[in-house]
């Protein structure tokens, strides 16, 4: 699988690309930036919107608007006027922040927590979150550093990434009550390789995770597990910190990357292409992000 940079632009936090097929477009976060950015593949050109505040991820709502998760609770984002309005107030204390998450088959918006001063020591208090359109309820709690999370094409299966620790876990999910049970693990990320950020899932029930390189070393790329946890194949990546994979074009098979420099962090150096958005044809099929249900 080739790995073909599509969009040079130097984000300082890529995260969270949703395609959005009713104008063919991926839309994507630059987090350190606050910025809520479109990129139309046919055009190359990318459109950017500015956020009062810091993003951790979004979701679209059947009527085309987007809501987006900021520090101090869930905004509506009105394209393309830019205009937001706050839906709901954060639940949670001054020193978290939202940070990644996805709608399950049912459209409710599943969104982890993480520490503002991003101490992966201090962690006891990240927690999910889950809004329904009307209420946002706290979930599951001893989660670590929120990420990879997804939700199986069936809808069955809830998977998230702890970070700090290496493991994905996944859990049984049920549909109607939306209430996820029957924790285990799904998988543990060997050292030889990043650590697990953000993830998506194909049709034939396979989870696609990114895995950056920490400070202290490991291959930075995107790994596919089946639904056993066996990691099938692995992508190098030619940037360290790759941040979150989602499937897109016309037919689903174009997986997207979003990446970050953050160089004020990183001890190695920079490659001039970090922060790009890159594209890998993969002859999977993605599934499809279920629009937020209607509060």
Same mark, same amino acid.
């Given at each position: 699988?080739?790995?073909?940079?599509?969009?040079?632009?130097?984000?300082?936090?890529?995260?969270?690309?949703?395609?959005?097929?009713?104008?063919?477009?991926?839309?994507?976060?630059?987090?350190?930036?606050?910025?809520?950015?479109?990129?139309?593949?046919?055009?190359?050109?990318?459109?950017?919107?500015?956020?009062? !505040? @810091?993003?951790?991820?979004?979701?679209?709502?059947?009527? *085309? =608007? &987007?809501?987006?998760?900021?520090?101090?609770? $869930? #905004? %509506?984002?009105?394209?393309?006027?830019?205009?937001?309005?706050?839906?709901?107030?954060?639940?949670?204390?001054?020193?978290?922040?939202?940070?990644?998450?996805?709608?399950?088959?049912?459209?409710?918006?599943?969104?982890?927590?993480?520490?503002?001063?991003?101490?992966?020591?201090?962690?006891?208090?990240?927690?999910?979150?889950?809004?329904?359109?009307?209420?946002? !309820? @706290?979930?599951?709690?001893?989660?670590?550093?929120?990420? *990879? =999370? &997804?939700?199986?094409?069936?809808?069955?299966? $809830? #998977? %998230?990434?702890?970070?700090?620790?290496?493991?994905?876990?996944?859990?049984?999910?049920?549909?109607?009550?939306?209430?996820?049970?029957?924790?285990?693990?799904?998988?543990?990320?060997?050292?030889?390789?990043?650590?697990?950020?953000?993830?998506?899932?194909?049709?034939?029930?396979?989870?696609?995770?990114?895995?950056?390189?920490?400070?202290?070393?490991?291959?930075?790329?995107?790994?596919?597990?089946?639904?056993?946890?066996?990691?099938?194949?692995?992508?190098?990546?030619?940037?360290?910190?790759?941040?979150?994979?989602?499937?897109?074009?016309?037919?689903?098979?174009?997986?997207?990357?979003?990446?970050?420099?953050?160089?004020?962090?990183?001890?190695?150096?920079?490659?001039?292409?970090?922060?790009?958005?890159?594209?890998?044809?993969?002859?999977?099929?993605?599934?499809?992000?279920?629009?937020?249900?209607?509060?």
């Amino acid at each position: 699988m080739d790995v073909k940079q599509v969009l040079a632009i130097k984000a300082e936090l890529g995260e969270h690309p949703v395609w959005r097929a009713e104008d063919r477009s991926l839309y994507w976060l630059d987090i350190e930036a606050a910025k809520f950015n479109r990129f139309d593949p046919g055009s190359g050109e990318n459109t950017s919107w500015d956020l009062p !505040d @810091k993003p951790g991820c979004f979701a679209f709502g059947h009527d *085309g =608007t &987007a809501l987006v998760a900021l520090r101090d609770g $869930l #905004y %509506r984002l009105v394209l393309p006027a830019g205009s937001m309005t706050r839906a709901i107030a954060a639940a949670h204390p001054a020193h978290l922040r939202f940070n990644d998450g996805k709608t399950d088959r049912q459209g409710r918006l599943w969104i982890g927590t993480s520490r503002v001063d991003n101490d992966v020591r201090r962690t006891d208090e990240n927690a999910y979150y889950r809004y329904d359109g009307h209420r946002l !309820d @706290k979930m599951l709690t001893d989660v670590g550093v929120t990420n *990879g =999370t &997804a939700f199986s094409g069936d809808g069955r299966t $809830l #998977y %998230r990434a702890q970070t700090e620790t290496r493991q994905i876990w996944s859990y049984d999910y049920d549909p109607a009550s939306g209430t996820p049970s029957r924790q285990r693990l799904f998988a543990t990320i060997s050292d030889e390789f990043g650590l697990p950020d953000g993830a998506t899932v194909d049709t034939d029930g396979g989870y696609w995770v990114a895995m950056a390189t920490p400070p202290d070393g490991g291959r930075a790329g995107i790994a596919r597990f089946t639904p056993d946890g066996r990691m099938d194949f692995f992508v190098d990546m030619p940037v360290p910190l790759t941040t979150m994979p989602t499937f897109g074009g016309p037919d689903l098979s174009t997986l997207y990357i979003t990446t970050a420099r953050l160089e004020a962090f990183m001890p190695y150096e920079t490659p001039e292409i970090a922060g790009s958005i890159f594209a890998i044809e993969t002859g999977f099929t993605g599934v499809v992000e279920t629009p937020l249900r209607a509060g």
